[in-house]
Structure formats: C-alpha cells, structure tokens
C-alpha cells in the first residue's frame, strides 16, 4: 500500500512536499511517479524516477519547479514543489511500476491514495 501525505492549501509563490510511503513491502528496483487530476480530467503524469536514483523526468509545466526524490532508509519519495501556482492545483497521486511502461504509456501497478494541493492565487 502506498500511503501519500503533505497536501494542503498554499499561496502562490509557496511550498509544499509531498510524501508517499510504501508499508509493508520495498520500493526498491522500482519506478516511482507523481501524478496529479482535477475534477472531470484525466491523470496527469507529473513526475517519476528508478528507485536506484536516475531516470528522472519531469513534465514541461512543472520543470525547473518540482524536484522528485526518494529515500531509501525510510522507503519513501518525495516531490518538492516550489514556485507554486494556481494551475497546480490538483489530487496528487504517487504511483509505482515499471520506469520504462510509466514513462512511455503512463500505466502503472499500483496507485497511492490522492491528497489535495490547493494553491491560492
């Protein structure tokens, strides 16, 4: 189960960083995204990476502004979002799966629960 954390209601300009934490099983070897939805839209990928620390990528709206990292002791990724914007705000997703399928198709194994990132303008 993956189990993300750290949404809230933030300013333009501001700071939020998301969590999502693996229980009962390892996240490594494994690809990890980011993925946010907005009512009656479709998933977007935001962002992914291999456990083993490369392969990152980022979509072009966020790029420059959120960074995407794990940690391995505590078996958890993390997206940092910076210069947020009113657009940003979404149900963030983390994901898990193959970093290849997830970067080339955006399918994935298993979905974290959402948490809500609301940027204020």
């Known amino acids: 189960q993956l189990q993300a954390s750290g949404g809230g209601l933030v300013q333009a300009g501001g700071s939020l960083r998301l969590s999502c934490t693996a229980s009962?099983?390892?996240?490594?070897?494994?690809?990890l995204g980011w993925f946010r939805q907005n009512p009656g839209k479709g998933r977007e990928f935001v962002a992914a990476?291999?456990?083993?620390?490369?392969?990152?990528n980022y979509a072009d709206s966020v790029k420059g502004r959120f960074t995407i990292s794990r940690d391995n002791a505590k078996n958890t990724v993390y997206l940092q979002m910076n210069s947020l914007k009113p657009e940003d705000t979404a149900v963030y997703y983390c994901?898990?799966?193959?970093?290849?399928?997830?970067?080339?198709?955006?399918?994935?194994?298993?979905w974290g629960q959402g948490t809500q990132v609301t940027v204020s303008s």
């Open positions: 994901a898990e799966g193959n970093i290849w399928t997830m970067l080339k198709t955006r399918r994935v194994d298993y």
């Open positions: 009962g099983r390892t996240l490594t070897g494994h690809g």
């Open positions: 990476m291999r456990w083993s620390g490369d392969m990152i």
